[in-house]
């Protein structure tokens, strides 16, 4: 009987050493997964600080909008008749048609003076000095 007791109990004590092998290793993959999760709440921490930080940096900015610096108005292309035209528009508070501008120019209503005052109104269109807001209907472009 004392050498089954012995058996017995060898055999005890080597699933103990197995057992505590065991729980050794897994113990020491424990203390792996902390040191990672550690390390990973650090950056996490870092990263909510930078946040708060930034965040409080911006709610201290002044509330003030750069301005923009104004862009210089279009050059007028030369030419008295350039200059009767826009004091023709400086006047008016509806869109004209080349038409209008002749008659508020004095001019005779010939279709070359018409044709001619049309195409100086659609080059102060492509400098941006007018607007065409539909065909052949001019005016000031509005702010």
Not at 55 to 61: A, F
Not at 82 to 96: K, S
Request: proline letters at 9%; glycine letters at 4%.
């Amino acid at each position: 009987m004392s050498g089954d007791r012995q058996q017995t109990l060898g055999a005890l004590l080597a699933r103990l050493e197995v057992r505590e092998r065991q729980i050794a290793v897994e113990a020491e993959v424990a203390h792996v997964q902390i040191a990672q999760l550690t390390a990973l709440l650090d950056g996490l921490a870092q990263a909510a600080e930078h946040i708060t930080i930034t965040r409080k940096t911006l709610l201290e900015l002044p509330d003030e909008t750069p301005s923009v610096p104004a862009t210089p108005p279009p050059a007028l292309p030369n030419g008295p008749a350039y200059q009767q035209i826009m004091a023709v528009f400086t006047e008016a508070d509806t869109p004209l048609r080349a038409r209008n501008v002749c008659e508020a120019m004095d001019l005779d209503l010939v279709p070359n003076n018409i044709n001619n005052v049309r195409i100086k109104l659609k080059r102060l269109t492509g400098r941006g000095i007018l607007d065409e807001t539909e065909p052949r209907l001019f005016t000031r472009p509005r702010p």
